[in-house]
């Protein structure tokens, strides 16, 4: 199957920093590309629609000036979370799927975020 | 609005059988996913149904009614390492996906 890689895998940053995520398709080109945050013992929580080339779309309540997603190439999408604060520690997990309509998503490792 | 219903979590014993239901009210259809999360892990795809029936592979089958807006995914020969949960995913009329709140899973010895 269709190959998503996530980097980094966990991250600790300190309060006011920022922290970038990235998501990258090895194996297709991804038009488009879904974050999702999930909290511990909640299912996925889609947060933005990531189209190469342009802006976001982002969902209900997500900050897109905290929030910034950067979809610049067909295989590469990122989110940065800036001026982090404890709050925003969760999992983020990034999904592609393969230009069809109506195939599987495929994720990537997903980040484990840790704010201090 | 959109919705798709599973239990929270349900229980079972190793080697038994367990059938998670998903039910969904969603702005037109085109295929429902189940997927695998084991704690602190992306989900992994399980099946994908699109006609109404049965698909089975292995261990794992997944049941579709579209006109009752209903899908189930049996899981037979439990093990322990089945423990996790699972994700109903409904794909809409636009080719969103449409994520159930999942259903955590715990097998007994």
């Known amino acids: 199957g269709a190959v998503v890689s996530q980097h980094p895998s966990w991250v600790i940053c300190k309060s006011g920093t920022s922290v970038k995520i990235e998501c990258r398709s090895l194996?297709?080109?991804?038009?488009?590309m879904f974050w999702y945050r999930q909290f511990p013992k909640q299912s996925l929580m889609l947060m933005a629609t990531s189209n190469e080339g342009s802006k976001a779309t982002y969902e209900q309540g997500v900050e897109k000036d905290k929030f910034l997603i950067n979809h610049a190439s067909l295989t590469l999408s990122t989110l940065t979370v800036t001026s982090a604060h404890p709050e925003d520690s969760s999992f983020y997990i990034c999904?592609?799927?393969?230009?069809?309509?109506?195939?599987?998503?495929?994720f990537g490792q997903g980040t484990r975020l840790t704010v201090v | 609005g959109q919705n798709i219903d599973q239990p929270t979590e349900m229980t079972a014993t190793e080697g038994a059988i367990v059938q998670i239901n998903c039910t969904y009210q969603?702005?037109?259809?085109?295929?429902l996913f189940w997927y695998q999360q084991h704690a602190g892990e992306a989900p992994t795809f399980l099946s994908y149904n699109v006609l109404d029936g049965l698909e089975e592979k292995g261990r794992f089958s997944s049941f579709l009614s579209r006109s009752k807006g209903y899908s189930y995914l049996l899981l037979k020969e439990l093990q322990m390492k089945d423990s996790a949960s699972y994700l109903c995913a409904v794909v809409d009329s636009n080719y969103q996906l449409i994520w159930g709140a999942g259903t955590k899973l715990i097998i007994k010895p």
């Open positions: 969603t702005s037109g259809f085109n295929g």
């Open positions: 999904s592609a799927r393969v230009p069809g309509g109506d195939t599987e998503a495929f």
């Open positions: 194996d297709f080109q991804a038009t488009t």
